[in-house]
């Protein structure tokens, strides 16, 4: 047993998490019943329920996590102030605690020790139970954070978030609430019951994103695409591509994908609110899906009862997929060297718009051509 996990069986109770998580449950499964039996909620309070409900979530996805946690893109104060703000309504800390433990997870992802909210401890921990100890895992170390100390607004909120988080969840329903006449019907809907709904659907991320879905990139970590997840989270289930490329300002990249996150920063972007939105290439995300089928379709071979005449037919299938492969990317390593060049010489732009273009697009669509084969391959050994 490691001196960590010896620090975990014996890490003290950390009561403020504790008492918050008791009080907003508590009170949901109490008064709010009792509250809606006795009393009508008027519209306007659900309206407003609605409205903090997705702008807490979106500064939690569009804030805390893709601009602030992984600077996929960079924003106007116009746009950060608003998410500095309701990201304190969301209650779930300060942006540079909550960028900080992220970047931890993201280095030490699914390691036992060091991931803060590690699926291998289990379902309940990476959900909720990480926040109720005071783990070795998630000790506060703001060094890994720099960057965002030096954004003013972010400091503003580190310094003075508690009076922040009362007053977005307190006085705010209850001022908005007063001006349409259901005070108390904004504060337990667009406050209490909307704080624990947001608390379960950002946990969901780390607990059944981790758990349940797709692994189309990669494997090498636990993340997963979860279409239901991304329903109730603004597009943070596609969690097997973000944790491959995490410098991606979406996770769901394609266009039918539901990823409401994207299309606020892109929207953004369009009116010069936002810039520098960081796109993996389509090549390498081909890549990522195209390796990830041979790894598939050597599995697939390996469990295979074939005739042996047939087996080995597949096999000598595949191993020209993967000489085929491999001429691609050597064709790909050409092509950055003669980017390279071209920036070299100052010829850049024409060359971009150019030569660069058609030869990455017919590499591009060279791999999406090759999955099809591969797949019909893996379909073939089983």
């Not at 019943?33 to 903090?52: M, R």
């Not at 960079?74 to 608003?82: F, I, N, Q, S, T």
């Not at 605690?97 to 921990?125: C, E, M, Q, T």
């Not at 108390?184 to 758990?211: C, D, E, P, Q, Y």
Request: hydrophobic share 45%; aromatic share 14%.
């Amino acid at each position: 047993m490691t001196d960590v996990v010896r620090g975990f069986a014996n890490s003290p109770l950390n009561w403020p998490a504790i008492i918050m998580f008791g009080l907003t449950h508590g009170l949901v499964l109490t008064l709010l019943p009792w509250y809606a039996l006795t009393h009508d909620f008027s519209l306007a309070a659900w309206i407003g329920a609605a409205f903090f409900m997705g702008a807490t979530g979106m500064s939690i996805t569009a804030g805390y996590h893709r601009l602030w946690s992984h600077r996929a893109y960079e924003a106007h104060w116009l746009v950060r102030l608003p998410l500095m703000l309701f990201g304190a309504m969301s209650l779930q800390n300060s942006t540079l605690i909550w960028a900080s433990l992220h970047r931890v997870h993201h280095k030490n992802v699914d390691h036992v020790d060091l991931d803060p909210y590690s699926i291998r401890r289990g379902f309940w921990f990476a959900h909720m139970g990480w926040m109720l100890r005071d783990y070795p895992s998630a000790e506060l170390d703001l060094s890994n954070v720099r960057d965002l100390e030096k954004d003013p607004l972010l400091a503003f909120q580190h310094k003075h978030y508690l009076g922040l988080a009362l007053f977005m969840n307190i006085g705010m329903p209850l001022l908005v609430g007063a001006a349409f006449g259901d005070a108390w019907g904004f504060l337990l809907l667009g406050g209490l019951l909307r704080i624990v709904l947001n608390h379960h659907f950002t946990f969901f991320i780390n607990s059944a994103a981790h758990w349940w879905g797709r692994r189309p990139y990669t494997i090498e970590n636990s993340a997963r695409d979860n279409d239901l997840i991304s329903l109730v989270t603004f597009g943070e289930g596609y969690h097997n591509y973000h944790h491959l490329f995490q410098w991606d300002y979406r996770n769901g990249i394609r266009w039918w994908q539901f990823d409401p996150t994207k299309w606020l920063i892109y929207g953004c972007s369009t009116l010069g609110l936002a810039w520098n939105l960081k796109r993996v290439p389509e090549f390498l995300v081909q890549r990522a899906m195209l390796e990830r089928q041979f790894a598939e379709a050597r599995l697939g071979l390996e469990g295979c009862n074939h005739h042996p005449t047939r087996l080995q037919a597949l096999q000598t299938l595949l191993q020209h997929e993967v000489e085929a492969f491999g001429a691609i990317m050597g064709e790909w390593r050409a092509l950055q060297t003669d980017r390279f060049e071209a920036a070299r010489k100052q010829i850049a732009d024409t060359w971009e718009n150019s030569e660069v273009r058609r030869r990455l697009a017919h590499l591009e669509e060279s791999l999406r051509m090759q999955r099809k084969r591969v797949r019909l391959l893996r379909l073939q050994s089983v």
